[in-house]
T-cell receptor
Framework: QKEVEQNSGPLSVPEGAIASLNCTYSDRGSQSFFWYRQYSGKSPELIMSIYSNGDKEDGRFTAQLNKASQYVSLLIRDSQPSDSATYLCAVNWVWDDYKLSFGAGTTVTVRA | DVKVTQSSRYLVKRTGEKVFLECVQDMDHENMFWYRQDPGLGLRLIYFSYDVKMKEKGDIPEGYSVSREKKERFSLILESASTNQTSMYLC???????????FGSGTQLSVL
């Protein structure tokens, strides 16, 4: 079974610091990768998608993809209390294009 | 504004009951998904559908079935509810593979 693994949390960071979240996946040929944020009691919402090796920046968020190492990460710069949430990594499997699998999530708490 | 609507926010059922969870999207999306979310396990895919009357098993289909008679509606059926099916159920849709998912607000199902 194809797997998506995220670093175990919870992750506690002080306000203004960088939060670093990691995700590995088992299918070398996967093409599409997503980071979703989920506040407690709410549904997941997309914050970043990345398809090519390298970095992709959007505001305070940076996604990094390394397909050779089967690794995708999310950096949150200048962390704010409003960033406190669970972050879910999701991967589209290359041979099963319709299927999007999620990791278990990493819970981030930003301390004021 | 895009919308995925799940019929119930909270549902309490008894063991052995047949349970229907309904999901409707107004975006003319081809793909629809049912996930369940349990603490520490993330989102696990139960079933998905890539077209009307078409369905595919996800990672944990046992004990569930689905129905998609119309493009906008995707139903999850628990033929005989059991206590281990107590969970948060999330419906999602998207237009094409590789695009982002839009989630419904979720149904918290308790089976007593």
């Amino acid at each position: 079974q194809k797997e998506v693994e995220q670093n175990s949390g919870p992750l506690s960071v002080p306000e203004g610091a960088i939060a670093s979240l990691n995700c590995t996946y088992s299918d070398r040929g996967s093409q599409s990768f997503f980071w979703y944020r989920q506040y407690s009691g709410k549904s997941p919402e997309l914050i970043m998608s990345i398809y090519s090796n390298g970095d992709k920046e959007d505001g305070r968020f940076t996604a990094q993809l390394n397909k050779a190492s089967q690794y995708v990460s999310l950096l949150i710069r200048d962390s704010q209390p409003s960033d406190s949430a669970t972050y879910l990594c999701a991967v589209n499997w290359v041979w099963d294009d319709y299927k999007l699998s999620f990791g278990a999530g990493t819970t981030v708490t930003v301390r004021a | 504004d895009v919308k995925v609507t799940q019929s119930s926010r909270y549902l309490v059922k008894r063991t052995g009951e047949k349970v229907f969870l309904e999901c409707v999207q107004d975006m003319d999306h081809e793909n629809m998904f049912w996930y369940r979310q349990d603490p520490g396990l993330g989102l696990r895919l139960i079933y998905f559908s890539y077209d009307v009357k078409m369905k595919e098993k996800g990672d944990i289909p046992e004990g569930y079935s689905v129905s998609r008679e119309k493009k906008e509606r995707f139903s999850l059926i628990l033929e005989s509810a059991s206590t281990n099916q107590t969970s948060m159920y999330l419906c999602a849709s998207r237009g094409r593979p590789q695009e982002k998912l839009f989630f419904g607000s979720g149904t918290q199902l308790s089976v007593l």
